[in-house]
């Protein structure tokens, strides 16, 4: 099991930047892969970026070129650094964290509470 504390998030205008940040209570030598996600009302929530334990990241295309995830090991936190902001970044990002605990079985999927960020001028 792991717990996930996302901060960062705020208010920005358009073009503006945002990092977040979610701090995961355990090792990520032992979390498989880790993300974040975004949920926007009235929407489903989708997938924004995620990083593997080796380190092999992938973004969706909405973000590609905007946003940057990375990892801290000794720290436990993954990081997403938001550029280029557009209102419909407007959403609350939750923290993602995959565990599979033998293998050939599902991951288990940790969730943060989320953290609201809002692109608006």
């Known amino acids: 099991q792991v717990q996930l504390v996302e901060s960062g998030g705020g208010l920005v205008q358009p073009g503006g930047s945002l990092r977040l940040s979610c701090a995961a209570s355990?090792?990520?030598?032992?979390?498989?892969?880790m993300g974040w996600y975004r949920q926007a009302p009235g929407k489903q929530r989708e997938l924004v970026a995620g990083i593997t334990s080796g380190g092999t990241t992938n973004y969706a295309d909405f973000v590609k070129g905007r946003f940057t995830i990375s990892r801290d090991s000794a720290k436990n936190t993954v990081d997403l650094q938001m550029n280029v902001l557009k209102p419909e970044d407007t959403a609350l990002y939750y923290c993602?964290?995959?565990?599979?605990?033998?293998?050939?079985?599902?991951?288990?999927?940790?969730w943060g509470q989320g953290t609201q960020v809002t692109v608006s001028s």
């Open positions: 355990r090792s990520l030598s032992v979390i498989n892969s």
């Open positions: 993602n964290a995959k565990i599979q605990r033998a293998p050939y079985t599902r991951p288990v999927d940790y």
